[in-house]
């Protein structure tokens, strides 16, 4: 898979030793059969004008637009799996900072936990290089991302990360 990270593993400017507010501790979900997965609202300012915009990814498999995330790996910590699933669908690294709102939904019959952090983007600057899972990505301000948005529970995600991007 292309990445122009400067790690393999995607976490190029990640800071695991930023206080989220959340624990990162690895689960598994085998006690309550629950799907456990993790991802980022990424975000960067516009090269044009500099204001915010959101990424999103568009699955061909599913035919939606959704947040870059994905399934964690056994024992997998949820920020590290996170930050690594916007690195395996996005080409790019991520400064992870507060977390957001842990979203419950059910997907294929079971239920699935799906933990979510602001990222800041970071090496946006270059082309996105489809793969096998994201076939198109978009930047764009968070009104648009909200309407492309498949999902209604993705959707509050938006708030979310202005919410946390408002200045104090």
Known sequence: MNRRNSRADGLAGADFGT???ADTGADSGADTGTVLAAGCVLWRRSPRGGGLEVALVHRPRYDDWSHPK??????E?????????????TGMGCAPGEALPTLHYMAKGRPKQVRYWAAEAIDH??????????????????????????YDHDRTLIDALLHTLRPS
């Open 125 to 150: 600057d270059e082309p996105f290089v489809p793969n096998r899972e994201v076939d198109r990505l978009l930047w764009l301000p968070p009104d648009a991302a909200r309407r492309r948005l498949s």
């Open 19 to 21: 206080d989220t507010g």
């Open 70 to 75: 994905g399934k964690l790996k056994h024992g």
């Open 77 to 89: 910590e949820a920020l590290h799996g996170a930050v690594r699933e916007v690195a395996e669908e």
